[in-house]
């Protein structure tokens, strides 16, 4: 759901900020039938509805439509299934047909062409309606006419044209959003996050994101022997292609990041850049392919090819969970350096106190400290394979101990890096709850201050509950600040508007007081116990009336 | 979504500097340059490819000769099967000596262990002969030399002048409780094939590692 309006602080709802799907529609149910049935599947503005979800599952159809279009040219994958290939066709065609004529008979309440004297005719005539057409007409066609298996499948690309729906709108924000800027700035706005990326950039994410998973997948299917015998060709092709990507990716990355804070030197930037994790990782993604062409008659082709499997790290470029984990080992690493030197120095007195006990009844095995190193490692990581264990008396006395202090020493990291990442993130939550404090002061949310917080959120993994929860414990404080005059007087001295509001309230008792009490007798004790101060009474009189 | 491809004049974007038009051109050279890349690995491939069709092709005219082989008539006679019992399996083979053959080529052993003179038992190399010189077979070619495919012992990484070599090896059973089922050993041109055998093909890839074709029953 988009959120396109600004929420005032009465209708606060954590679902209605995060764009969550678990609202209910508000559909009148007197709606006409067909009025009915265009909100509850088609409406893009009622939040709440099945517009959403049918998107996305008409999108990930069409990807797999793409898949199998690949596999059919795949004699060896093709062949044998050629049955479920034809149903899943069925099935494909039936679903887009569906939502063709839905969209037909819908086409009326449709905001583009209701006004038009004929809502269905311009349907029918528009960019959309024709390819979700052309997705479907090849298949009829062959029912009517002879048509050569391979121009049916050239023609069942076509469908492909179906993923613009969400392409073209999504080009379009991204015009809009960058217009009157130069290339190097759009190229920055597609490739980094910024305001000025909108969809385009998030479909641009994805669609690195699925090039990642699919070479990740073959590199994996690689070595299974006999997937590897039949596709190694399309294996072949899908890294020359997915190297590509990663290539101009790369290079748009280097290009542009002189437009980010902290990368503004032509040449300082780019090397900065160069240098971040982030783009070492891209690197790392696109190497082994060059190196396997140039120099397979050095290199192990078997590394290599397990190599690519780097490219899995370029996941977390989009994962904040990554980055605060790194966060965390950044600020730990004092600590966590220094339990890992007492390992070290705990691993090395075990190796060699091991050798000392060991060494002569066992001398294949304790052959000498650096080989007695994996059984002390073995030993106090409490993994215990088994194959290397003591003998002597000694020997066994010590390993008891060890086994006990190993616990605890390779613990201490593990506990250390749990910890602080539950405290990294209660400090960004406490921070986002600073946040919209802030946010919620002047009574309303933006549609900016949404969209920080619909971030914010997904990037601390907060769920609806949580959500709801700082929202409303922001909600009591400020319901607290209204009451100020509960407060003590230096939170009160704090903000001046609250001064001056208690400043008015104080007078508004003074005149209340001037009103109800008995002036005579009030003044005669001021000033005959000399309890006020003239100036004290003089105000006094002022208000008083 | 409304399904609308709004017809908007699209903003005009500031001149292309001289920074953009090297950017624009090294993203050329390197689309041009993975793609170079990416046609001679592919080349590579369908020379792996073609390696590996060398090999079914060998593996198919071999499992076809198999039971033929051991007719009388049988036309190749530098392939056909010696005069050996049907119950003369590889599994029975494997209670002999793994290089039986080798240290007794005159004596092959059968079922009940009794020593019999085969009368005309050819040997592997007899056959490859045939094989490089008569059959189909001698017009194929090892896509990465251009020379007929030769047989190693075996396919290695550490060495990719093996790519499109053929590994023929002979699988001698081991017997029941053993650790592994079976050994493997290169199928030498002095190995008799009076017998039936147990072999599995494997040619070499580009980086010179062994690619499994088939196991199967010559």
């Known amino acids: ?10 209708d606060i709802d954590a679902r209605v900020i995060l764009g969550s799907d678990d609202i209910e529609a508000d559909i009148s149910k007197d709606l006409p039938l067909r009025k009915w ?31 199998v279009l690949l596999f059919e040219h795949v004699p060896a994958v093709f062949e044998p299934n050629k049955k479920w290939f034809h149903i899943f066709d069925i099935i494909s065609v039936g679903i887009f047909t569906i939502e063709y004529l839905l969209r037909l008979y819908l086409a009326p309440e449709d905001e ?48 492909i044209l179906k993923l613009f729906r969400i392409f073209i709108p999504a080009y379009q924000e991204f015009v809009t959003l960058n217009a009157g800027r130069t290339m190097r700035q759009r190229v920055h706005a597609l490739v980094f996050d910024s305001p000025y990326g909108g969809k385009m950039q998030v479909i641009f994410d994805a669609f690195i994101g699925i090039c990642v998973l699919l070479s990740v997948i073959a590199v994996v299917m690689e070595s299974v022997q006999s997937v590897n015998y039949i596709l190694n ?95 965390v080992l950044a600020r730990e690493w004092p600590v966590i350096s220094a339990a890992a030197f007492i390992m070290l120095l705990l691993v090395v007195l075990t190796a060699s106190l091991g050798y000392l006990f060991e060494h ?34 000694p020997g066994r006395a010590m390993t008891v101990v060890l086994a006990f202090i190993g616990i605890g020493i390779f613990a201490i990291p593990a ?71 509960q407060l003590p007087i230096h939170k009160i001295a704090e903000k001046s508007e609250f001064a001056v509001e208690h400043y008015k309230s104080l007078l508004s008792q003074i005149r209340q007081l001037g009103m109800l009490t008995d002036l005579e007798k009030f003044e005669n004790r001021a000033v005959d116990a000399g309890r006020l101060t003239r100036q004290e009474l003089e105000i006094w009189n002022s208000l008083k009336s | 979504m409304n399904e609308s491809v709004e017809r908007k004049t699209t903003p005009s974007m500031p001149a292309l500097t001289a920074g953009d038009k ?21 080349r590579d491939g369908y ?90 077979l001698r017009e194929l070619r090892n896509p990465f030399t251009g020379q007929p495919p030769k047989f190693e012992a075996a396919c290695s990484g550490a060495d990719y002048h093996l790519a499109g070599s053929l590994v023929l090896e002979k699988l001698v059973t081991t017997p029941a409780g053993s650790s592994i089922p079976f050994i493997a050993s290169q199928l030498m041109p002095t190995d008799r094939i009076g017998e039936k055998l147990q072999l599995r093909l494997s040619v070499c890839d580009k980086g010179g590692y062994g690619i499994k074709v088939g196991e199967f029953e010559f």
């Open chain 1, 37 to 67: 049935i265009y909100a509850w599947l088609l409406d893009p503005n009622i939040p709440g509805n099945h517009q959403k979800w049918i998107e996305k599952w008409i999108g990930l159809l069409i990807l797999f439509n793409l898949l």
């Open chain 1, 415 to 485: 506990a250390l890096l749990s910890s602080a990442f539950s405290d990294e993130l209660v400090k960004e939550r406490d921070a986002l709850k600073r946040d919209i404090y802030e946010i919620m002061k002047d009574g309303i949310i933006d549609p900016s201050e949404v969209a920080f917080i619909r971030a914010e959120a997904k990037r601390l993994h907060l769920s609806v509950e949580e959500v709801n929860t700082l929202l409303q414990m922001v909600q009591q404080d400020l319901d607290k600040e209204s009451q100020f005059s």
């Open chain 2, 22 to 42: 090297l950017f624009i051109g090294l993203m050329a050279l390197v689309v041009v340059a993975v793609t170079g890349l990416g046609v001679l690995a592919l």
């Open chain 1, 233 to 327: 060709i399309q294996f072949l092709i899908l890294d020359a292609v997915v190297v590509a990507i990663f290539t101009v990716e790369y290079c748009m990355r280097i290009y542009s990041c002189v437009e980010e804070p902290g990368f503004k030197s032509a040449i300082g930037g780019r090397i900065k850049q160069a240098q971040s994790s982030s783009t070492v990782i891209d690197l790392l993604a696109i190497v082994p392919f060059f190196l396997e062409v140039f120099l397979h008659h050095v290199l192990d082709l078997r590394f290599l090819r397990v190599f690519r499997l780097s490219r899995l790290l370029k996941l977390t470029r989009g994962n904040d969970a990554t980055k605060i984990l790194a966060k």
């Open chain 1, 1 to 10: 759901m988009e959120t396109n309006k600004s929420i005032s602080l009465k």
């Open chain 1, 112 to 159: 583009e062409f209701k006004a038009r004297p004929n809502p269905r005719l311009s349907y029918i005539q528009s960019p959309f309606a024709l390819i979700d057409f052309l997705a479907v007409a090849p298949f009829y066609l062959q029912a009517f006419l002879p048509v050569d298996l391979r121009v049916l499948r050239f023609l069942r690309l076509l469908r």
């Open chain 1, 360 to 393: 002569d009844a066992q001398p294949d095995k304790f052959e000498n400290i650096p080989t007695s190193i994996y059984w002390a490692v073995v030993t106090l990581a409490s993994v215990g394979y088994g194959d290397i264990s003591p003998v002597t008396g």
């Open chain 2, 47 to 136: 020379k792996t490819e073609g390696s590996k069709r060398n090999a079914e092709a060998l593996a198919a005219w071999m499992t076809a000769a198999n039971p033929a082989r051991f007719d009388a008539n049988y036309a190749i006679a530098a392939c056909a099967g010696g005069s050996v019992s049907p119950s003369a399996t590889p599994v029975q083979e494997a209670q002999a000596p793994a290089d039986a053959n080798e240290s007794a080529p005159s004596i092959s052993v059968n079922a009940s262990g009794a020593a019999s003179a085969p009368p005309e038992a050819k040997t592997w190399g007899d056959c490859l002969t045939y094989l490089e010189q008569q059959s189909p």
